[in-house]
C-alpha cells in the first residue's frame, strides 16, 4: 500500500490527491508541517505552494517528493529518492508554457519514473484550469502524473 503524504495549508491539496487514488491501494496522511509525517515511510511526499514550517523536513523519508520550484534549502534538507519540483522557472520539471481562464498548458521538462514504475517523458498536457492557482494545478498535475494517472483523471 502506497504511503502519500500532503503537507499543505488548507489548499484542498489533500482532497485532491484523496480522490485521486481513489481505487488504488493507498493512504493519504495530510499535515500542516512535516514533524506529524516523520517516522512514516512515505512512497510520495506533495508539498502545496502554500506550505510553511520547514524545520523538521529533515525528519521525513520519502521515496519521491513534489514541491514548489525555488525551495533549495528543502530541497537539500529533504530526504527523498527523487525530488521533482513545480513553478514558473524552466529549472522545475513541471511548469505552464500556457494559461488562460478554461485552460491550462502543463509542460513536463524533464523525464521521470511514476510511483508504479512507468516512464513518463517529456511532454505537453492541456488540463481545465478549474479555477485554482497556476501553482496548486502544478502540483495537482505533478501528483497524477507521479501516481500513474492522468491529471483529467482526478
Known amino acids: 500500500m502506497w504511503q502519500i503524504g500532503v503537507w ?14 481513489r481505487g488504488l491501494p493507498a493512504l493519504v496522511r495530510a499535515c500542516r508541517h512535516p514533524a506529524l509525517l516523520a517516522g ?3 512512497d510520495l511526499l506533495v508539498v502545496s505552494p502554500g506550505a510553511t ?3 523538521g523536513a529533515g525528519t521525513l523519508n520519502c ?12 530541497t ?15 529549472r522545475n520539471t513541471l511548469t505552464l508554457s500556457s494559461l488562460d481562464e478554461q485552460r491550462a498548458s502543463v509542460a ?13 517523458e517529456r511532454q505537453e498536457l492541456i488540463l481545465p ?4 492557482s497556476p501553482d496548486l494545478l502544478l502540483a495537482q498535475a505533478g ?11 482526478g
Open 8 to 21: 499543505e495549508r488548507d489548499e484542498g491539496l489533500a482532497d485532491w490527491v484523496s480522490a485521486l487514488v
Open 40 to 42: 512514516t515511510p512515505l
Open 53 to 55: 514550517g520547514w524545520a
Open 63 to 74: 521515496r519521491a517528493a513534489l514541491l514548489p520550484g525555488g525551495r533549495s534549502a528543502l
Open 76 to 90: 537539500r534538507l529533504l530526504p527523498a529518492g527523487m525530488v521533482l519540483s513545480y513553478g514558473s522557472s524552466s
Open 108 to 120: 513536463v521538462q524533464r523525464e521521470f519514473v511514476s510511483l508504479d514504475g512507468r516512464a513518463v
Open 129 to 132: 484550469r478549474g479555477g485554482c
Open 143 to 153: 501528483a497524477a502524473l507521479l501516481l500513474g494517472r492522468l491529471p483529467e483523471d
